[in-house]
């Protein structure tokens, strides 16, 4: 990165703080709920890049910031304040806030730290009562590579696929781009499919599961809200299944998704794959059980 004099650019910074932040507003990347998200907090990362610091305080200079990074975000910096995350270039010119993917290692590099900094993300459409009650698990560090799943519940999940195939359980969020390209792979590979949908976005994401398994026609439903159209589900129904797909997923670390489970021994295959690779991890060899 240049050196820059931040001192002698201050004045030029400061009257162009407003016009960039709209700027950004304009194109949809800054809602005015994200901004507010972003001030009030206290506290920043001492070890973080100063000059980018300076450059950002600049810019917001009511937003504090809890920790700072730029390595490995393509020459973008991750800002976290408080529980907000919004990523920034070296000099904050411009503001991004949305979704990070790593396109080499198939991460959502967003949802990661999402649930890193505010654990109770995963769980925002589980029951209020559950919530206020502190019964909610935290998520571990990392999955594991097998788990059991036997206990989880038939209503939280849609059948789909071969039914002759192979079948493989995946857990799965409706606003994640990588779901989305998994279900073509997936009717490619001919398997047997069980998706069970879990709320790594938030709100809008447990919102659209609800409408999904609530839908008459499940599995029409799934393919329309993969492909960004209206579901045509009742205004209720028992979401309990709902409930026990996140609590399963937060016990077992799923912080990203997609995540797949074969359902012959229980083991874990995160992130998307090609058709031929689903069909390599479903026609493993299993040495042993777990299967339900």
């Known amino acids: 990165m240049k050196n820059t004099d931040f001192t002698t650019q201050k004045r030029c910074l400061k009257t162009t703080a407003l016009a960039a932040i709209l700027a950004v ?4 990347l800054v809602t005015a709920s994200a901004i507010a998200a972003v001030t009030g907090v206290s506290g920043f990362n001492q070890r973080a890049n100063v000059q980018v610091i300076a450059a950002l305080k600049l810019r917001l200079p009511k937003t504090p910031i809890t920790s700072l990074g730029c390595e490995g975000f393509g020459g973008l910096c991750e800002v976290v304040s408080d529980k907000a995350l919004f990523y920034i270039d070296e000099r904050a010119r411009y503001l991004f806030v949305g979704r990070l993917y790593d ?6 590099l967003t949802a990661a730290k999402l649930l890193a900094i505010n654990p109770d993300m995963l769980a925002a459409g589980a029951s209020f009562a559950s919530r206020q009650a502190g019964t909610q698990k935290q998520p571990s560090n990392a ?25 493989v359980v995946v857990f799965s969020d409706f606003q994640c781009s ?17 998706e069970r949908p879990i709320s790594i976005f938030g709100e809008q994401s447990r ?17 329309r ?11 209720s129904c028992d979401t309990s299944g709902l409930d026990a797909n996140e609590d399963f997923a937060l016990r077992h670390g799923f912080s990203g998704t997609p995540v797949m489970v074969r359902a012959s021994d229980g083991t874990v295959l995160q992130g998307y794959r090609s058709a031929p690779e689903l069909r390599a991890f479903l026609s493993a060899s299993v040495a042993q059980g777990g299967a339900r």
């Open 25 to 28: 507003a304009s194109a949809g």
């Open 103 to 108: 396109m080499e290692t198939r991460a959502d």
């Open 143 to 167: 999955a594991p590579q097998k788990v059991n799943l036997k206990g989880l519940p038939k209503n939280g999940a849609i059948f789909w696929g071969n039914p002759d195939g192979p079948k």
């Open 178 to 194: 990588y779901c989305k390209r998994l279900t073509e792979e997936l009717k490619k590979a001919r398997v047997q499919v069980e």
């Open 207 to 223: 919102a659209i599961s609800k409408s999904v398994i609530c839908a008459g026609d499940k599995v029409a439903a799934l393919h």
């Open 225 to 235: 809200a993969y492909a960004g159209g209206q579901t045509d589900g009742r205004s």
